[in-house]
């Protein structure tokens, strides 16, 4: 078995945008391994596209309790694949991170 690589954190989005790396560099090609949202005071949803327009690669719909707190989902096997950029749809929520390597 192969050895894990390093896993990377983006900055929170809070708002609809590209995920930026820890040091504001916008994110080239990616893979997604984990994706960690705080909620909202209702439902939302985080939407994820290979760049601004492309491709859906997540949705991920929060629930519709106040103040729930957080959505953490591990990706399985190697994850999810965005082949240009990160951006984010965000609808009440929060914030959120994505977890790649």
Do not use: H, W
């Amino acid at each position: 078995m192969g050895m894990q690589y390093d896993i990377k954190a983006t900055k929170p989005l809070a708002s609809t945008g590209s995920f930026v790396d820890q040091n504001d560099n916008n994110m080239t090609r990616t893979r997604i391994k984990a994706i960690y949202a705080i909620c909202g005071a209702a439902a939302g949803s985080v939407t994820i596209t290979n760049g601004n327009g492309g491709e859906t690669l997540f949705v991920m719909n929060t629930p519709a309790v106040a103040n729930c707190g957080y959505i953490y989902i591990i990706l399985p096997g190697e994850g999810i694949l965005a082949g240009s950029a990160l951006y984010g749809t965000v609808s009440n929520t929060a914030s959120t991170i994505v977890f790649y390597g």
